[in-house]
């Protein structure tokens, strides 16, 4: 093992720049050509990066410190002794002497070069001098055709593998046209866009002034002629994006960042930075995407209606919406973004059930007491949860257990004129039709007299949404997670059966289980709805 001295490279004329990160720990593996710190001036932000693979000893520097061209900044324990002396010369780090060089040139050119600056003047705007990268790639276009902007301005972002860097607006002026798009690479002198002056105001604005060649008004540049002013023009270092930030809305952020947030497909805007001067980390991206990834997953899932103004198209009436309707709106987003559910369908022959319904039992109920087909669904869910145990479970928290549960409680979808509620019928295994027949139009009874009191609503394992009163042939129900799934009734029928003779008169019930894919299999669910249309199928089933 070799201890290798990592230092600073040439800041070609800066004197001192700032540490603003550290972007390993001590102890890190790191491959060659890895960043390790990341510097800035007010004009750059520039990585360090290893020579070669290595293990990071330690760092002599810590953040906020300021450091010169040479400075130590960590020591890198490497496996071949035989490698070069560890400085980051000026061949191996192009990225902070590419960004130094670019400012020296800047500072060499005087302000004779700059072109006139004529309102109603066209000019190209070309890529400035890269100091010694061939070729870099447009990652952003920061404004569009027809945008008008002031000097200095972001007109687009370039990066090499090192650096990033803006080409900024050469004078006031409007964009006509850009000549290339995000993704293509482009070397010195290559035109990006063309832009029209509007005032002559521009150049008071900075000495950066420049990067254009003319057209039209004047002879087009040869890129070797345009090379100087285009130097003049500063590419402006990443760092410079927090002044022109509020302009152009570009974010303040390395090119390690940019990359992880392209392949992320994060908008670096969007994201708070908490580095110096606001620059985004790559713990900020990290942050960002969990808090996201979470929001997706949680209650806090929002309601995005229509922007549109339909009152162009014809009167219009805007009414609120009450709470039980905004909540509802809201966890059937969460229920139906988050949980990946099919529907199966089946239909149950009700016909003795039905026959003895409205027959014998009759004749046994209590004055008054009415006993409807629900009763008798809910008694055979009771039966069906508990031969098919997954279907009376949750997801546990991190998705790899279920939490199989050991009592039935089963919620009934009630229409009251306020909204959709979800009173709860607790221990339905352990209780008779008759009192399942009650106790659901008690609860129903209160959710539309609006008395209905919220440990009512908790604690389902499994819903029922019978449609069957109003009509309807099937629907789909959406599974209220964390249940896994919910069965929607809908009306019975009299339908043709085939009996294996001839066709019989048969009161067929369709029944609409949806599931939660991830925990029930497709045959499963299949298995519990015929189960389900057995047990009705004969009432004699469900004293089982
Ligand atoms: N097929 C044929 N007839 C049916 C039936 C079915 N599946 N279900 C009920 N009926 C009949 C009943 O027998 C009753 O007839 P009679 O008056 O002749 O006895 C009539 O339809 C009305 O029943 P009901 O709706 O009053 O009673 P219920 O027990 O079936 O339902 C309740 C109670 C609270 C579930 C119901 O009133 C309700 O609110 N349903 C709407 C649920 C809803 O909105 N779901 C959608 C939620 S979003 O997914």
Redesign the pocket.
Known sequence: MTELRVSVPDLGGIDEVEVIELCVASGDQVETEDAIIVLESDKATMEVPVPQAGVIESFLVAVGDRVSSGTEVAVLRVADASSNNGATNEDEAPAATEAAKVEQENEAVSESNLPADKTGTTQDVVVPDLGGIDEVEVIELSASEGDELEAEDSLIVLESDKATMEVPMPIKGQVLSFKVKVGDKVKQGDVVATVETLSSSAQSSGEDTATVSKSQTAPQQSPSASTKEASKSAPKPLADLQVSASKSGQAHAGPAVRKLARELGVDLSMVPGTGPKNRILKEDLHSFVKVKVNQSGSASVGVVGSQEDFSKYGPIQEVSLNKIKQVTAKNMVQSWTTVPQVTQFDEADITELEHYRKTAMVSMLPEGV?V????FIMKACAHALKAFPNFNSSLGPDGTTLILKQFFHVG?????PEG?LVPVVKDVDQKGVVNL?KE??EL?KK?RDKKLPLDAMSGGCFT???????GGTA?T??VSAPQVA?L??????MKPVWNGKEFEPRLM?PLNLSYDHRVIDGAEAARFARYLCELLSDTRHLLL
């Open positions: 009415k409807s087909p629900l009763a009934i979808a009630v229409d009251t959709l027949a659901s139009a129903a959710a029922i949404s019978s449609l069957g009163g109003i629907f129900p959406i919910i929607g009734v809908s009306k019975a029928q019930l």
